[in-house]
């Protein structure tokens, strides 16, 4: 295992809710976030989070129905998805980096989990 290690995936119905966990010992000062990668696709945004939980950013996709946060002691953190859809289907991976919330958007972050699978039926 590396240092992020997520859990929480399973597969639900649509409609159904989903709270994946990213347990992150010693990354309090990270800002940290949530993407996803469906088969066949590239791995995609999801949400991010800042180092003190004060700023959020979420793809448009999942605004409204998935909730990004976290707790520092100990540091882990969270993505509630509600009213999942079978195209949120896809593995899950936590990422952690130094810069900002919003940087971690777009740009490679310092640490990946290994991913979770999510996966919704229809």
């Known amino acids: 295992q590396g240092p992020l290690v997520e859990s929480g995936g399973g597969v639900v119905p649509a409609g159904d809710s989903l709270r994946l966990s990213c347990a992150a010992s010693?990354?309090?000062?990270?800002?940290m976030g949530w993407f996803r990668q469906a088969p066949g696709k590239e791995r995609e945004f999801v949400a991010t989070?800042?180092?003190?939980?004060?700023?959020?950013y979420y793809a448009d996709s999942v605004k409204g129905r998935f909730t990004v946060s976290r707790d520092n002691s100990p540091n882990t953190a969270y993505l509630q998805m509600n009213s999942l859809k079978s195209a949120d289907t896809a593995v899950y991976y936590c990422a952690a980096t130094l810069a900002s919330a919003y940087y971690l958007r777009t740009e490679e972050p310092e640490y990946w989990g290994q991913g979770t699978q999510v996966t919704v039926s229809s």
């Open positions: 010693g990354f309090s000062n990270y800002a």
């Open positions: 989070i800042s180092a003190i939980g004060e700023h959020t």
